[in-house]
């Protein structure tokens, strides 16, 4: 099993950046790639980024693409966002998520942290 923790959320105004972290534990060879996914209210789950856990290879949604960074510390098991530029759309709460393979669904989630952006 894979356990993921979230953290790093809040209030930021427009403009704005927050760095959210996902502390992964358990058995994180079974991971192929981890990713960010964000659900406003009233909307559905939508993907933000991905990233290899393995190597440094990376994926975009095209909404955050060129604000928002993923990366990995490999010697604290942990992914982060890094969210520059923050607009009001922005605002959802963003979820750490990983899988075993390329063409799998994803299994392990998050508790999820908020991220509410003002204008």
């Known amino acids: 099993q894979v356990q993921l923790v979230e953290s790093g959320g809040g209030l930021v105004e427009s403009g704005g950046s927050l760095r959210l972290s996902c502390e992964v534990s358990g058995h994180t060879f079974n991971i192929y790639d981890l ?3 964000r659900q406003a ?6 993907f933000v980024a991905a990233r290899a856990w ?3 290879s990376t994926r975009y949604a095209d909404s ?3 604000r928002f960074t993923i ?3 490999n010697a604290k098991n942990t992914v982060y966002l890094q969210m520059n530029s923050l607009k009001p759309e ?3 709460v963003y979820f750490c998520a990983g899988r075993r393979w390329t063409s799998a669904p994803y299994e392990y989630w ?3 942290t908020q991220v509410t952006v003002s204008s």
Request: net charge negative; no cysteine.
């Open 90 to 92: 922005d605002t959802a």
């Open 35 to 37: 990713a960010w996914f």
């Open 64 to 66: 955050v693409n060129g």
């Open 110 to 112: 998050g508790q999820g």
């Open 41 to 46: 209210p009233g909307k559905e789950r939508e």
């Open 71 to 73: 990366s990995r510390d």
């Open 54 to 56: 393995s190597g440094g």
